[in-house]
């Protein structure tokens, strides 16, 4: 269901327009899950294409105060080995949600880790030129993963959290089951 793109103002370039397709089509069905080809033949971008356009439909999305989510396996039991991704408008995110944000955010520090192991490498190099900058911006590296150091840990408290609640849910789930049942009446027992 490509857009009809001779009604369609230009766009400056082939992934500008395969990003508009993409984030076109994810906007019709919010929150299902799409594997990357049923992406592709859905919204007329062939796949070969399709990293780009969304990576580009992502951002797209930000300022659209919405989300295309990383591709993660199907939380559907039928398609459990499918990497999938969603479109998530504002406010209207679910667990898997949460878990996709942990997620990306935990990839986030690792590469922020990275960066600032290899500007501080570049730092002490003498063969560098501009040593001094390179240890700038591994300061500014170290600076900004202390500040935002506390994810992880704030994520491990949640997903505790979580799981007690989900165990506490099964207990009184198990204790309503058991009280429903109707009391058996044994015929023996019960004469006088």
């Not at 990576?55 to 396996?73: S, T």
Request: proline share 6%; net charge positive.
């Amino acid at each position: 269901m490509p857009r009809d793109r001779a009604t369609q103002t230009p766009l400056k370039s082939q992934v500008n327009r395969d990003a508009a397709d993409v984030l076109a089509f994810l906007e019709k069905f919010p929150l299902t899950e799409f594997t990357s080809s049923q992406i592709a033949r859905g919204s007329g971008v062939p796949k070969h294409r399709l990293g780009p356009a969304v990576r580009l439909a992502r951002a797209a999305a930000e300022l659209r105060h919405a989300r295309i989510e990383d591709y993660g396996y199907s939380q559907d039991p039928a398609r459990r080995r499918e990497k999938t991704l969603r479109y998530v408008p504002e406010g209207k995110g679910d667990a898997y949600g949460a878990r996709d944000a942990n997620r990306s955010s935990r990839a986030a520090i690792t590469q922020m880790e990275n960066a600032r192991r290899a500007c501080d490498s570049a730092a002490k190099n003498p063969h560098i030129d501009k040593r001094a900058g390179y240890k700038q911006v591994g300061n500014a590296f170290g600076s900004c993963l202390s500040t935002v150091a506390g994810i992880q840990e704030m994520a491990d408290e949640i997903w505790d959290q979580n799981r007690k609640l989900l165990e506490n849910a099964v207990t009184i789930a198990a204790y309503e089951a058991a009280e429903s049942k109707p009391p058996t009446l044994s015929i023996v027992s019960d004469l006088p």
